[in-house]
């Protein structure tokens, strides 16, 4: 059954009244299920997706709400939607009453920037189940027993990127140049992007560790306008590859146009969304590090209603199970030069096989974040 598309305000009153009007147009809700019953097949049937921004335009979470549709058609249930459009005093108040009404077999969330609104959520209502996506929650001292996080292994997206490009910067790439400089704009200077950054700078260094990495940080990821300026700057200052992260990153490629440089982009095909508006921007890209946001997702609900992943739990999916991979298409093989093909995949066939390990931001402290930053230089 496909979900029923609401539009809904932002005013917490009129939230409440759509989730009540949601819920009474419920065909599939059933309570949530006692916690001897959690893994029984076919519980899991009735889900809300609770999305951090919006959906439509070609985003993550349409990746996301594909999968839920793909799983829920194999269990004849259905999926409910609210958009929270990016505003974070939506995000708390929306799980507590979606939890509330109890109509749902399983809530649905992503992001970073859900963990601590989850967290308070899932204390409160112990006995609804969570999934959240792109993300790791706190699992020490039994907290989130109700919850299954998961997230790919992108620090080792981050990795190859990094490795690509300074075999690039140091080739006779048509645009690459004399100096040993790549760079590196982030949205914010959060942990899934320094998650990028840190496997970016160790995959650069695993080639040739005297390539200079520059890094700078946006501070937002709506500001494409900063993001062109930084990625200028690094240009400017003898990068021939940028690796841009975040959701202003459209702005890099125009630097990266206006510079006739190389950029790496990431979550979408950079060249593709290009191709149509701005094709000197497109020819630019080298490639783009694309996390599989269904493949992330649809695996994950299969176990849950299959009873065969732990409550409490987290999930990582690496390169090798593809949860992670570089574009490689018609502008990818027109950039770089045979000898660099060979090359870099030898480094994915080290990665894969496990002889390569990458640092992750992911639980780390702030002193192993540092170590590793260091290695690079900020702007």
């Known amino acids: 059954m496909y979900q029923k598309m609401m ?36 519980t899991y049937k009735n889900i809300m997706f609770v999305v951090t921004g919006s959906l439509g335009g070609r985003t993550n979470n349409d990746d996301v709400l594909a999968a839920i549709k793909d799983y829920i058609g194999t269990v004849d249930g259905n999926v409910d939607t609210f958009e929270c459009n990016m505003d974070a005093s939506l995000y708390e108040s929306t799980l507590m009453q979606v939890a509330e009404t109890g109509e749902y077999d399983l809530i649905v969330t992503g992001f970073g920037t859900m963990i601590e609104p989850l967290a308070n959520t899932a204390a409160k209502y112990p006995d609804q189940k969570f999934l959240i996506f792109d993300t790791q929650m706190d699992y020490s001292n039994g907290a989130n027993s109700n919850v299954v996080s998961v997230q790919v292994l992108q620090n080792e997206g981050g990795f190859l990127a990094g490795a690509l490009a300074a075999q690039l910067t140091t080739s006779k790439a048509e645009l690459s140049n004399e100096d040993k400089v790549v ?127 732990e409550w409490g739990s987290h999930r990582f999916i690496s390169h090798a199970e593809k949860g992670v991979y570089l574009v490689n298409n018609d502008y990818t093989q027109a950039i ?7 090359e ?36």
């Open 183 to 309: 760079g590196f704009v982030g949205a914010m200077e959060s942990t899934s992007i320094l998650d990028f950054l840190m496997g970016y700078i160790e995959g650069v260094n695993y080639v040739d560790p005297s390539i200079e990495v520059l890094y700078s940080f946006v501070g937002n990821h709506t500001d494409s306008a900063l993001a062109k300026e930084l990625g200028l700057s690094q240009y400017q200052q003898g990068a021939d590859v940028v690796f841009a992260v975040g959701q202003n990153g459209l702005g890099v490629a125009e630097a990266a146009s206006d510079a006739g440089r190389y950029l790496i982009g990431v979550d979408f095909d950079y060249s593709e969304r290009l191709e149509t508006t701005n094709k000197d921007a497109a020819s630019k890209v080298l490639t783009s590090v694309i996390k599989d946001y269904r493949g992330m997702v649809y695996p994950i609900l299969e176990a849950i209603n299959e009873g065969t992943i």
């Open 344 to 379: 870099y995949e030898k480094v994915v066939e080290e990665l894969n096989s496990g002889k390569i390990k990458v640092s992750t931001a992911f639980g780390a402290s702030t002193e192993e974040i540092e170590k590793v930053k260091s290695q690079a230089k900020p702007q």
């Open 7 to 42: 539009k809904r305000s932002k005013k917490l009153i009129i939230l409440t009244v759509a989730v009540m009007l949601l819920v009474s147009g419920c065909t599939n809700g059933s309570k949530p299920q006692d916690k001897e019953q959690v893994g029984t097949e076919g």
């Open 336 to 342: 770089v030069p045979d000898e660099i093909k060979a």
